[in-house]
């Protein structure tokens, strides 16, 4: 297992908790970015720049991952790519993205772009907070014990 990181718009409380995981478990974490990203010295974490532009480094994960590789993105048609490769996707608010509930957050996400485009304002998500916080380091924690437990 490897684990990938849609890093240009990952927060960085989830960065640093991605970090610590890494160095715990000893698991290789790849952090890929269209913009050069300062990481902690580590034989565990790599960085991987991507050229600007629509969806490089989205492409670049989906090329790059294998079957029971993590993704951490916010991006749901990279999560759908992800799951279709046997990857499993994490979001930086610590939703699991699944075979089962892809599908709906996929029409949710272009029903509301729709919206969008037509002048409605849909607002966005709320701030970033401790509960999402907590909840990813949750959810990070079942995936990893349940990784090693299988290994």
């Known amino acids: 297992m490897k684990i990938w990181v ?7 409380v989830i960065k640093e908790i991605l970090f610590r995981a890494a160095e715990r478990t000893a698991i290789e974490l790849i952090l ?19 050229p600007r532009g ?11 991952i294998s079957a029971g590789d993590l993704v951490i993105t916010s991006d749901i048609p990279l999560a759908a790519e ?14 699991l993205h699944t075979t089962e509930n892809i599908g709906a957050r996929l029409n949710m996400r272009d029903f509301m772009d729709t919206l ?4 409605v304002d849909t607002g966005g998500p709320s701030a970033f907070g401790q ?14 014990t349940t990784y090693e437990k299988g290994a």
């Open 6 to 12: 849609d890093a240009d718009a990952c927060p960085v």
């Open 131 to 144: 509960k999402d916080r907590q909840t990813f380091a949750n959810n990070l924690d079942k995936l990893l």
């Open 116 to 119: 969008r485009a037509s002048g």
């Open 82 to 95: 992800v799951i279709e490769k046997g990857g499993q996707a994490l979001s930086p608010r610590g939703e």
């Open 54 to 64: 629509f969806n490089v480094a989205d492409d670049e994960i989906v090329k790059r």
């Open 32 to 50: 890929v970015a269209n913009q050069v990203l300062h990481t902690p010295p580590s034989r565990h974490i790599k960085t991987l720049q991507v």
